[in-house]
C-alpha cells in the first residue's frame, strides 16, 4: 500500500510540474511565434496572403451557427462532413485568435467546445458499421483522431481564456473521454485498444491525436501512452513507429499515397514534441528519419503528382498533407532549401504556424533552391532489407522521364499483388500505368466514398499491373497473410549515368515458380530518347499459362500481327482474379520472333516489341466488365500469353519512345519504331544474353551474368 501512495504521490507531482511549465500557444504556434508573426505583419507575402485565407475562413466560422448533427453519415455525406467542417472551423478560430486578438474568435471556439462536450457524453457507436474500429462522431475512429489532433491545436490557442472551471468541464465531459475511446474503446468492443497499440498509419493518428491533447492537458501520463503504447513498454506507440514503419530511406511501407496520409500526423506530433520534449531529439532521432520520410515522399512524384502503387488515387505536393509536413520540415532543418522550392512553385501556401512563417520568411529572402528529382532505390523494411521500389530518372537534362520498379514487401493492407511491377512516365504524362485504387474519395453515392468492392476484385489483383500473371491467378491467390510473409530480394542496382539498371527476384508469389526481372533505363546514341530493356523470367518444373500486361494510357495505333477486333460481342477475359473486370476487345496470334505493339500519349508514340512464339496469344482488353456501377476506369490493356513447358521462359521486350505528333502545326515526324526484332541468344540459369536489333542495321548486345554474389550485365552497341 505504502509503494502505492508513493508511486502516486510522485506521478501527481510529475504531472503538476508538466503542467505548470506549459505555456500556450504550445503546439505548432507559439509565443515567441506568434509575436514574431505579429512584429512581421506586412512584410512576408506568402505568409500574409495565407494568414488571409485563415481568417476569411474565420470569420464564415463566425458568421455559420454552430451545428452538431446526430451521427448518420459515412465519408462525404452530411453529418461526417459538418462535424469535419467543425474541426476545421475551430482550429482557424483558435489562430485566428491568437495573431489578431479578437475575442469573438475564441469565445466562438469555446461555444463550440462546450456544444461538443455536452453532446458526447450521449453518444453511442455510429450507426453505419463499415468498420471493425466504429467511431461516435465519424464512421471510423480513424476519423475520431483526425477530428482530436485538429481541435487540440484550438483548445491549445483559447486555453488561456478559458477559466479553470471550464478547462476542467472540457476535459472531463470531452477531451478526456475522446481520448479514453481513441485508446481503449469501450467494455463491448476493444478494438480500439488494440488499434491504438498497434504499427500502422491508423496507429500513427491515435497516438498522435492522443499525445497532442495530452501536451495542451499538461498530462505526462497520457502523453507517455502516446509515445510507448498503452502498456508503457515502447514495444508499440508513436517511437516504435518511427523504428518500425520507415525504412533506413524514409519509405513507408504502405506506399507513397499513404505515406502523404501518415506524414501529417508524424510531423505535426513530431512538431509538437520538438517544442514541448526537446529532450527526445525527435527530428535527430534514427538519423533524422522523419526529415528522410518527407525527402523520400517528394522524389517518389512525377510532375509534383505521387507515383501510383499499391492504393493510390490523384495526390500530390499541393495536398494539405504535405503542406504542413514541407513546413515543418524546413523549421527543423533550415538548410534544405529545395523545401522552399516546393512550397513556392507547387504549394503557393503555408500553414499558418511558427513552420509556415519559417518558410515564407525564407523564400521572401529569396533562398530557395530548385528540387533536385534523382534516380533512387528506397529500401523497404526495418532493417532495409524488404526489397526496394526504384526510381530511374533520365539521364539527360533535357527530358522529363522517369521509370519505376516495385519489389517491394506486400504493404499491409493497402498493398497490392504485383509483385516485380514497373511503370513509365514521360513528357509529364504517365505512360505505363498503374490504376491505383477503384474509389471516389467521399462521394456518398460511390459506396460511401470507400474502397469499392471493385478495389478488391480487380485493382488490387496481378493483371490490374505490369507484371507476369501465372495461369490465371493473382500473386499469393491475393492472400495478404501469405504475401506478407515475403518480400522480393534486391540482386543487383545502378543508378545514375546512361546506363542504370535493377534486377530483383521473387520465388514465393507462386508454388513452383521462380520470377526475376532486371530492368535497363538506357541512353542510346543512336535513338532519339533513352530505351526500357526488359528480362522478365518465369522458371518452374511445371507447365504454366503465363500472361505479360501492359497498361498504358493512350490510343492504339499499331500491332505488328493481323488482328481480329470483336465489335458487337465482346465477352469478360475469365471469371477471377480480375480477368472477370476485362473486355476482351481484340485477339491475334503473335509472330513467331517478335511482336510490337504502338500506341499514342499526348504527342508521342511508344512502342513495346517483345519475343514470342506462333503459339503466343495476343490480346487487347478493357476494363469495366462485371461493374454493373460503373466504378472502373475505362482503361486499355495490351496482353501476351504463353502456355510455356518446363523450363525457364523469357520474356524480353524493348520500350520505346520515339516520335512527334503535333496537331498545331499538322506535322508528324518518326512515328515508326526503332526496334525491329529481338533474339535471345542465351537463356541459362547464370547466363541471359539478348540481341536488339534497329533501323540502319544497327543493335545492342545485352548480356548479363547472373550469381547470387554479383551479378554482372554488359551493353554493347553494334
Same mark, same amino acid.
Given at each position: 500500500m505504502k509503494r502505492t501512495i508513493v508511486i502516486t504521490f510522485a506521478l501527481f507531482s510529475a504531472l503538476i510540474v508538466y503542467a505548470g511549465r506549459v505555456q500556450h500557444p504550445c503546439l505548432l504556434l507559439t509565443k515567441d511565434g506568434v509575436a514574431s508573426i505579429k512584429e512581421a505583419k506586412g512584410q512576408v507575402p506568402l505568409f500574409d496572403n495565407s494568414l488571409q485565407q485563415l481568417l476569411n475562413s474565420a470569420d464564415l466560422a463566425?458568421?455559420?451557427?454552430?451545428?452538431? @448533427?446526430?451521427?448518420?453519415?459515412g465519408g462525404g455525406g452530411y453529418s461526417h462532413e459538418t462535424h469535419k467542417l467543425n474541426y476545421f472551423d475551430m482550429a482557424n478560430l483558435g489562430i485566428a485568435w491568437q495573431i489578431c486578438g479578437r475575442k469573438e474568435y475564441a469565445n466562438k471556439v469555446k461555444e463550440m467546445l462546450m456544444a461538443y462536450a455536452d453532446m458526447y457524453p450521449q453518444l453511442g457507436y455510429h450507426p453505419l458499421g463499415l468498420s471493425n474500429t466504429p467511431g461516435r462522431i465519424f464512421w471510423q475512429t480513424l476519423n475520431e483522431s483526425v477530428w482530436l489532433l485538429h481541435v487540440s491545436q484550438a483548445y491549445d490557442c483559447i486555453y488561456d481564456t478559458l477559466s479553470s472551471s471550464e478547462r476542467r468541464h472540457l476535459e472531463k465531459n470531452l477531451f478526456r473521454p475522446y481520448a479514453d475511446f481513441i485508446m481503449n474503446g469501450t467494455e463491448d468492443n476493444c478494438a480500439n485498444y488494440h488499434r491504438f497499440n498497434s504499427l500502422n498509419n491508423h496507429a500513427t493518428w491515435a497516438n498522435s491525436a492522443v499525445g497532442m491533447i495530452a501536451i495542451v492537458m499538461g498530462d505526462e501520463k497520457l502523453l507517455n501512452k502516446a509515445l510507448y503504447g498503452s502498456d508503457g513498454s515502447g514495444d508499440v506507440?508513436?517511437?516504435?513507429?518511427?523504428?518500425?514503419?520507415?525504412?533506413?530511406?524514409?519509405?513507408?511501407?504502405?506506399? &507513397?499515397? /499513404?505515406?502523404? /496520409?501518415?506524414? %501529417?500526423?508524424?510531423?505535426?506530433?513530431?512538431?509538437?514534441?520538438?517544442? =514541448?520534449? @526537446?529532450?527526445?531529439?525527435?527530428?535527430?532521432?534514427?538519423?533524422?528519419?522523419?526529415?528522410k520520410a518527407v525527402d523520400t515522399l517528394l522524389q517518389m512524384a512525377y510532375e509534383g503528382e505521387f507515383m501510383h502503387f499499391n492504393d493510390a488515387i490523384e495526390k500530390g505536393y499541393r495536398a494539405q498533407e504535405l503542406v504542413s509536413a514541407v513546413d515543418i520540415a524546413f523549421l527543423a532543418n533550415p538548410s534544405n532549401k529545395q523545401l522552399l522550392w516546393v512550397a513556392n512553385r507547387f504549394q503557393h501556401e503555408v500553414v499558418v504556424s511558427d513552420a509556415g512563417f519559417a518558410v515564407a520568411k525564407a523564400i521572401a529572402a529569396g533562398e530557395e533552391e530548385p528540387l533536385q528529382l534523382r534516380s533512387c532505390l528506397l529500401r523497404d523494411g526495418a532493417n532495409g532489407d524488404e526489397g526496394a521500389f526504384t526510381i530511374f530518372r533520365s539521364p539527360r537534362a533535357d527530358q522529363n522521364s522517369a521509370v519505376t520498379f516495385k519489389a517491394t514487401s506486400h504493404g499491409m493492407s493497402h498493398g497490392h499483388f504485383d509483385r516485380l511491377n514497373f511503370c513509365?512516365?514521360?513528357?509529364?504524362?504517365?505512360?505505363?500505368?498503374?490504376?491505383?485504387?477503384?474509389?471516389?474519395?467521399?462521394?456518398?453515392?460511390?459506396?460511401?466514398?470507400? !474502397?469499392?468492392?471493385?478495389?478488391? $476484385?480487380?485493382?488490387?489483383?496481378?493483371?490490374?499491373?505490369?507484371?507476369?500473371?501465372?495461369?490465371?491467378?493473382? +500473386?499469393?491467390?491475393?492472400? *495478404?497473410?501469405?504475401?506478407?510473409? $515475403?518480400?522480393? #530480394?534486391?540482386?543487383?542496382?545502378?543508378?545514375?549515368?546512361?546506363?542504370?539498371?535493377?534486377? &530483383?527476384?521473387?520465388?514465393?508469389?507462386?508454388?513452383?515458380?521462380?520470377?526475376?526481372?532486371?530492368?535497363?533505363?538506357?541512353?542510346?546514341?543512336?535513338l532519339e530518347y533513352p530505351?526500357?530493356?526488359?528480362?522478365?523470367?518465369?522458371?518452374?518444373?511445371?507447365?504454366?499459362? !503465363?500472361?505479360?500486361?501492359? +497498361?498504358? =494510357?493512350?490510343?492504339?495505333?499499331?500491332?505488328?500481327?493481323?488482328?481480329?477486333?470483336?465489335?458487337?460481342?465482346?465477352?469478360?477475359?475469365?471469371? $477471377?482474379?480480375? /480477368?472477370? +473486370?476485362? %473486355?476482351?476487345?481484340?485477339?491475334?496470334? &503473335? &509472330?513467331?520472333?517478335?511482336?510490337?505493339?504502338?500506341?499514342?500519349?499526348? /504527342?508521342? *508514340? !511508344?512502342?513495346?516489341?517483345?519475343?514470342?512464339?506462333?503459339?503466343? #496469344?495476343?490480346?487487347?482488353?478493357?476494363?469495366?466488365?462485371?461493374?454493373?456501377?460503373?466504378?472502373?476506369?475505362?482503361?486499355?490493356?495490351?496482353?501476351?500469353?504463353?502456355? $510455356?513447358?518446363?523450363?525457364? +521462359?523469357?520474356?524480353?521486350?524493348?520500350?520505346?519512345?520515339?516520335? #512527334?505528333?503535333?496537331?498545331?502545326?499538322?506535322?508528324?515526324?518518326?512515328?515508326?519504331?526503332?526496334?525491329?526484332?529481338?533474339?535471345?541468344?542465351? =537463356?541459362?540459369?547464370e547466363l541471359i544474353e539478348v540481341r536488339y536489333l534497329f533501323k540502319g542495321e544497327r543493335a545492342i548486345l545485352l548480356t548479363l551474368q547472373l550469381n547470387e554474389k554479383n551479378p554482372q550485365y554488359y551493353l554493347r552497341y553494334e
Amino acid at each position: 500500500m505504502k509503494r502505492t501512495i508513493v508511486i502516486t504521490f510522485a506521478l501527481f507531482s510529475a504531472l503538476i510540474v508538466y503542467a505548470g511549465r506549459v505555456q500556450h500557444p504550445c503546439l505548432l504556434l507559439t509565443k515567441d511565434g506568434v509575436a514574431s508573426i505579429k512584429e512581421a505583419k506586412g512584410q512576408v507575402p506568402l505568409f500574409d496572403n495565407s494568414l488571409q485565407q485563415l481568417l476569411n475562413s474565420a470569420d464564415l466560422a463566425l458568421e455559420r451557427a454552430i451545428c452538431l @448533427p446526430v451521427p448518420e453519415h459515412g465519408g462525404g455525406g452530411y453529418s461526417h462532413e459538418t462535424h469535419k467542417l467543425n474541426y476545421f472551423d475551430m482550429a482557424n478560430l483558435g489562430i485566428a485568435w491568437q495573431i489578431c486578438g479578437r475575442k469573438e474568435y475564441a469565445n466562438k471556439v469555446k461555444e463550440m467546445l462546450m456544444a461538443y462536450a455536452d453532446m458526447y457524453p450521449q453518444l453511442g457507436y455510429h450507426p453505419l458499421g463499415l468498420s471493425n474500429t466504429p467511431g461516435r462522431i465519424f464512421w471510423q475512429t480513424l476519423n475520431e483522431s483526425v477530428w482530436l489532433l485538429h481541435v487540440s491545436q484550438a483548445y491549445d490557442c483559447i486555453y488561456d481564456t478559458l477559466s479553470s472551471s471550464e478547462r476542467r468541464h472540457l476535459e472531463k465531459n470531452l477531451f478526456r473521454p475522446y481520448a479514453d475511446f481513441i485508446m481503449n474503446g469501450t467494455e463491448d468492443n476493444c478494438a480500439n485498444y488494440h488499434r491504438f497499440n498497434s504499427l500502422n498509419n491508423h496507429a500513427t493518428w491515435a497516438n498522435s491525436a492522443v499525445g497532442m491533447i495530452a501536451i495542451v492537458m499538461g498530462d505526462e501520463k497520457l502523453l507517455n501512452k502516446a509515445l510507448y503504447g498503452s502498456d508503457g513498454s515502447g514495444d508499440v506507440g508513436f517511437i516504435k513507429q518511427l523504428d518500425v514503419l520507415f525504412s533506413p530511406d524514409g519509405y513507408f511501407t504502405e506506399g &507513397a499515397y /499513404y505515406q502523404r /496520409y501518415a506524414i %501529417w500526423p508524424f510531423m505535426m506530433f513530431a512538431q509538437c514534441l520538438h517544442h =514541448n520534449r @526537446p529532450e527526445l531529439g525527435i527530428f535527430e532521432y534514427r538519423d533524422g528519419i522523419l526529415l528522410k520520410a518527407v525527402d523520400t515522399l517528394l522524389q517518389m512524384a512525377y510532375e509534383g503528382e505521387f507515383m501510383h502503387f499499391n492504393d493510390a488515387i490523384e495526390k500530390g505536393y499541393r495536398a494539405q498533407e504535405l503542406v504542413s509536413a514541407v513546413d515543418i520540415a524546413f523549421l527543423a532543418n533550415p538548410s534544405n532549401k529545395q523545401l522552399l522550392w516546393v512550397a513556392n512553385r507547387f504549394q503557393h501556401e503555408v500553414v499558418v504556424s511558427d513552420a509556415g512563417f519559417a518558410v515564407a520568411k525564407a523564400i521572401a529572402a529569396g533562398e530557395e533552391e530548385p528540387l533536385q528529382l534523382r534516380s533512387c532505390l528506397l529500401r523497404d523494411g526495418a532493417n532495409g532489407d524488404e526489397g526496394a521500389f526504384t526510381i530511374f530518372r533520365s539521364p539527360r537534362a533535357d527530358q522529363n522521364s522517369a521509370v519505376t520498379f516495385k519489389a517491394t514487401s506486400h504493404g499491409m493492407s493497402h498493398g497490392h499483388f504485383d509483385r516485380l511491377n514497373f511503370c513509365y512516365y514521360d513528357a509529364g504524362n504517365e505512360v505505363v500505368t498503374d490504376y491505383g485504387s477503384a474509389r471516389f474519395l467521399n462521394i456518398v453515392a460511390k459506396y460511401n466514398g470507400h !474502397y469499392t468492392h471493385e478495389n478488391e $476484385s480487380y485493382a488490387k489483383q496481378t493483371i490490374a499491373h505490369n507484371t507476369i500473371v501465372a495461369d490465371g491467378r493473382s +500473386h499469393f491467390d491475393g492472400s *495478404m497473410a501469405l504475401a506478407s510473409k $515475403s518480400h522480393p #530480394k534486391i540482386t543487383a542496382c545502378s543508378l545514375g549515368g546512361s546506363l542504370q539498371m535493377v534486377g &530483383a527476384v521473387e520465388d514465393k508469389a507462386y508454388d513452383d515458380i521462380s520470377m526475376e526481372r532486371y530492368l535497363f533505363y538506357a541512353d542510346v546514341p543512336f535513338l532519339e530518347y533513352p530505351i526500357i530493356l526488359d528480362l522478365l523470367r518465369a522458371t518452374s518444373d511445371k507447365p504454366h499459362q !503465363y500472361d505479360l500486361p501492359l +497498361h498504358y =494510357n493512350g490510343h492504339m495505333i499499331e500491332l505488328s500481327v493481323p488482328y481480329c477486333k470483336f465489335v458487337d460481342n465482346m465477352k469478360a477475359m475469365g471469371s $477471377s482474379s480480375g /480477368y472477370q +473486370h476485362l %473486355w476482351l476487345e481484340a485477339e491475334a496470334d &503473335a &509472330a513467331q520472333g517478335t511482336t510490337s505493339y504502338t500506341w499514342l500519349t499526348a /504527342y508521342r *508514340m !511508344y512502342s513495346v516489341s517483345t519475343t514470342t512464339s506462333a503459339q503466343d #496469344k495476343i490480346f487487347l482488353a478493357r476494363t469495366g466488365a462485371g461493374d454493373p456501377d460503373f466504378n472502373l476506369r475505362s482503361e486499355p490493356v495490351y496482353i501476351i500469353r504463353s502456355n $510455356s513447358k518446363p523450363g525457364a +521462359h523469357l520474356f524480353a521486350s524493348c520500350l520505346e519512345t520515339h516520335g #512527334k505528333y503535333d496537331l498545331m502545326v499538322e506535322q508528324s515526324a518518326n512515328l515508326d519504331r526503332s526496334c525491329k526484332g529481338i533474339e535471345v541468344l542465351k =537463356n541459362e540459369p547464370e547466363l541471359i544474353e539478348v540481341r536488339y536489333l534497329f533501323k540502319g542495321e544497327r543493335a545492342i548486345l545485352l548480356t548479363l551474368q547472373l550469381n547470387e554474389k554479383n551479378p554482372q550485365y554488359y551493353l554493347r552497341y553494334e
